[in-house]
């Protein structure tokens, strides 16, 4: 079964630290994985793409990288700011079908 | 938002009562997608539409309908047969289906009375 699963679920860091969100799944065969970014109350926001063949892709201070090879994802975010504060979902794409899979979701909380 | 209208920001649905959902975009995207997300599950793919009077299914359509009568808007509506209403519904356009970068509306929050 295709299947997207994040963690931790949930994260609290103080305004200046680095923190990884991680993404793991099991869809087959594999198309691509994307990171958005929610602001509660609002629609995602695309962050970065990877596919297959690319390990790492950084969109000024979050860096994406992807391990295909164990099917592993994370988003690292250096020097957090409070806009940071919000959901993180990884997306999974499916090669055959073109279906995406989406995960539920890390939610952040940059404290001042 | 990138070009992505959804209105009203909240709506509250009566028991056995249609309610409508807009969705407009100015993107020039052909293909158009209704999601619905609830708390502890991942975004749902409602139903989505690749060009003007097309539309597909995806894979919560029970209880939903769609239009798409001009590139630029894709409107959904809540029937009374859809039970569970109450969630958070997001609207997405594309350049086309094969294009994965959605760009989302604001999102509309039903409430049912």
């Known amino acids: 079964k295709n299947q997207v699963e994040q963690s931790p679920q949930s994260l609290i860091i103080l305004e200046g630290k680095n923190c990884t969100l991680q993404?793991?799944?099991?869809?087959?065969?594999?198309?691509?994985l994307r990171w958005y970014k929610q602001d509660t109350g609002r629609g995602p926001v695309s962050l970065t793409i990877?596919?297959?063949s690319e390990n790492t892709k950084s969109n000024g201070r979050y860096t994406a990288t992807l391990d295909a090879d164990t099917k592993q994802s994370s988003l690292h975010i250096t020097a957090s700011q409070l806009s940071d504060s919000a959901s993180y979902i990884c997306?999974?794409?499916?090669?055959?079908?073109?279906?995406?899979?989406w995960g539920l979701g890390t939610s952040l909380a940059v404290n001042p | 938002d990138g070009g992505i209208t959804q209105s009203p920001k909240y709506l509250f649905r009566k028991e056995g009562q249609n309610v409508t959902l807009s969705c407009e975009q100015n993107l020039n995207h052909d293909a158009m997608y209704w999601y619905r997300q609830d708390p502890g599950q991942g975004l749902r793919l409602i139903y989505y539409?690749?060009?003007?009077?097309?539309?597909q299914k995806g894979d919560i359509a029970e209880g939903y309908s769609v239009s798409r009568e001009k590139k630029e808007s894709f409107p959904l509506t809540v029937t009374s047969a859809q039970k569970n209403p109450t969630a958070f519904y997001l609207c997405?356009?594309?350049?086309?289906?094969?294009?994965?970068?959605?760009?989302f509306g604001p999102g509309t929050r039903l409430l049912v009375l």
């Open positions: 997306v999974v794409k499916a090669g055959n079908n073109r279906k995406l899979i």
């Open positions: 539409s690749q060009i003007v009077n097309d539309f």
């Open positions: 990877m596919t297959f």
């Open positions: 997405a356009s594309s350049i086309q289906t094969g294009d994965e970068t959605q760009y």
């Open positions: 993404c793991n799944y099991t869809v087959s065969p594999f198309s691509n």
